[in-house]
């Protein structure tokens, strides 16, 4: 029974050190400011640390990590922060690689929250009971992502954080792993320092449920009949205002080439007075006429009036391709007042690459004109990507098809639409972190784990 109880109680201490995530064979950095050390999961695999007083930007010094000429090698530049649970902090950092292919997955700042035994905390953020494990979670690390590098080659890394309530230390790890033999990391301007909480960022997004079948069979007709729901949706304060797929065509019986059009053109100036008279964004879906090609496009609007942007719909059905539609090839997305907006329509969500891509390019809500869609695959591009999917349909509700409705980070609808001509509004926090018993802030790990994309040849 003692032997047992041994055996339990040491695998639960290196179970417990796993789940902390600390990286083992700690070493004093030669050089190194007060408190830095160095660290790696196994001796054999420590990889080359520097420490270089003036070599960043400003002549600041750098923590520098190399690969040393050889493969599969992992550490970091380790630093504990003394805190006060339930205040916010912001972690600030300079990134700069060499030989590195794939930079988001070697190179990374990770923080680990503890108390004073280096024990992991309890998690103070809310998570979805209907999925993972009941009771409190762990508080697991947070990731910050970085910006896009400049063009002297570093990125920053940064994010704001509020620290678990039972917290107080954060573990700062610069972490290098996964590289090319010749491959090497510097870091700089590291920051880590108690800031104010951030503002929330409270957006309305709304969406219209509605077949836009004129008695006139004409585009402008159409756009026309649009126009007092998206009054409803500017009364009910709505920021954004998704509307259906190739709205020009539907019902009218012309093909897509006698309702494509300029973007900008007549529809789009249609949709910017409205937008401009009622202070809101407006994605609608049209075909666009460029040259003597055809796309199925979703168009973004301003509160300006003027085309902020535009989407052409890069996975074609038969019908759309064997009527001369043109498939898209690039995924935009566009900085609003709110927030960062990407857009895919219909068929698109039927793939994971679209609605991926969009969030790797820093969407935050995609708008999805869909003439009709599987629910759950329109559910799994929200979820697996924790984004706000916002979708307008020709289908009836009561249908086993895509809705008009609003998809969270669970891939929940949080609302939708159960009636034709009505128009549905969201309200959701874009600053709020969605967290995952065992996984914490997914979306900050997605760029963290995900592969590679695979090039076809």
């Not at 937008?275 to 609007?301: M, P, R, S, T, W």
Request: hydrophobic letters at 35%; a positive charge.
């Amino acid at each position: 029974m003692k032997a047992l109880q041994f055996r339990t109680m040491i695998l639960g201490i290196v179970v417990f050190g796993s789940a902390a995530g600390q990286l083992f064979a700690s070493q004093p950095a030669i050089n190194a400011p007060h408190g830095w050390t160095t660290t790696a999961p196994r001796e054999e695999i420590r990889p080359k640390f520097d420490y270089v007083a003036k070599d960043g930007p400003e002549g600041r010094p750098s923590f520098i990590i190399r690969m040393g000429n050889r493969e599969g090698l992992q550490g970091a530049w380790t630093k504990t922060y003394s805190i006060k649970g339930g205040k916010h902090y912001r972690f600030h950092a300079l990134r700069r690689t060499t030989n590195v292919p794939v930079a988001r997955r070697s190179a990374l700042a990770k923080i680990t929250w503890q108390d004073d035994k280096g024990r992991l905390v309890p998690n103070d953020n809310p998570t979805n009971p209907k999925y993972g494990r009941s009771g409190v979670s762990t508080a697991r690390p947070d990731y910050p992502l970085e910006q896009p590098a400049g063009a002297d080659g570093w990125a920053e890394v940064l994010d704001t954080y509020k620290a678990p309530k039972k917290a107080t230390k954060a573990v700062i790890e610069l972490i290098f792993r996964w590289a090319p033999p010749t491959g090497e990391v510097r870091w700089n301007d590291v920051k880590f320092e108690a800031v104010d909480p951030p503002p929330k960022r409270i957006v309305r997004l709304a969406s219209v449920h509605f077949k836009p079948n004129s008695k006139e069979k004409t585009p402008e007709a159409n756009c026309r009949l649009y126009e007092p729901f998206i009054k409803q949706a500017a009364a009910k304060k709505a920021d954004l205002v998704v509307l259906g797929e190739t709205i020009t065509v539907y019902g009218t019986g012309k093909s897509y080439a006698e309702c494509a059009e300029t973007i900008p053109g007549p529809s789009t100036k249609y949709f910017g007075r409205l937008a401009k008279q009622h202070n809101l964004y407006i994605v609608v879906g049209l075909l666009e006429k460029a040259d003597h090609l055809i796309y199925n496009v979703a168009v973004l609007i301003g509160p300006d009036g003027n085309v902020a942007g535009k989407y052409r719909k890069t996975c074609l059905p038969r019908g759309e391709a064997d009527g001369g539609v043109t498939p898209g090839n690039e995924y935009p997305v566009f900085e609003t007042r709110f927030g960062k907006v990407g857009m895919m329509v219909c068929y698109d969500a039927f793939f994971p690459e679209v609605a991926r891509q969009l969030t790797i390019n820093g969407a935050e809500v995609i708008a999805h004109p869909v003439w009709g869609c599987n629910p759950a695959l329109a559910a799994a591009r929200a979820c697996e990507n924790h984004v706000y999917l916002v979708s307008s349909t020709y289908t009836d509700h009561n249908q086993n098809w895509i809705k008009t409705a609003v998809f969270n980070h669970e891939g929940e609808m949080i609302q939708q639409a159960k009636e034709w001509g009505e128009v549905i509004v969201a309200e959701v926090d874009l600053n709020q972190r969605n967290h995952w018993h065992g996984l914490g802030d997914f979306k900050a790990r997605i760029n963290r784990a995900r592969p590679e994309w695979v090039v076809e040849k």
